[in-house]
């Protein structure tokens, strides 16, 4: 079985493999009610890169984890596609998607964990 963490570590790892930018990680453990343990939120430059993060977060779960989402919605529209792994919910925009949904201040009580973008 494995924790959270670990899957977070490995959706980070799945984002950064395709150049994703702008992680942010929230922690919902500490807030009652709420539907996840962590959300990762991205953002791809373009509708390719946005469909490129979410295989590459897929294939690095279900490769180093044997863990595979209960549901992936919003392939196809390319503008954000949302991958729900139950503990762990991964939302991949692109910019002005992102900047319009505005997630990180939804969970402002979280504790948001900014990743430097890898080069």
């Not at 942010?24 to 939120?41: H, P, R």
């Not at 196809?76 to 991964?90: E, H, M, R, T, Y």
Request: with cysteine; proline share 3%.
């Amino acid at each position: 079985m494995n924790t959270a963490k670990q899957l977070v570590e490995t959706i980070k790892e799945g984002i950064q493999e395709k150049k994703g930018s702008n992680i942010v990680i929230a922690d919902l453990s500490e807030i009652d009610g709420t539907i996840a343990k962590y959300f990762i939120i991205c953002q791809g430059g373009s509708p390719s890169q946005v469909e490129a993060i979410a295989e590459s977060v897929g294939d690095f779960c279900r490769k180093k984890l044997g863990e595979k989402p209960v549901n992936v919605a919003g392939l196809g529209n390319d503008q954000w596609v949302a991958i729900d792994f139950v503990d762990v919910l991964v939302h991949i925009f692109q910019p002005e998607v992102r900047q319009f949904y505005d997630l990180e201040h939804l969970w402002e009580d979280a504790k948001l964990t900014t990743v430097p973008d890898v080069m």
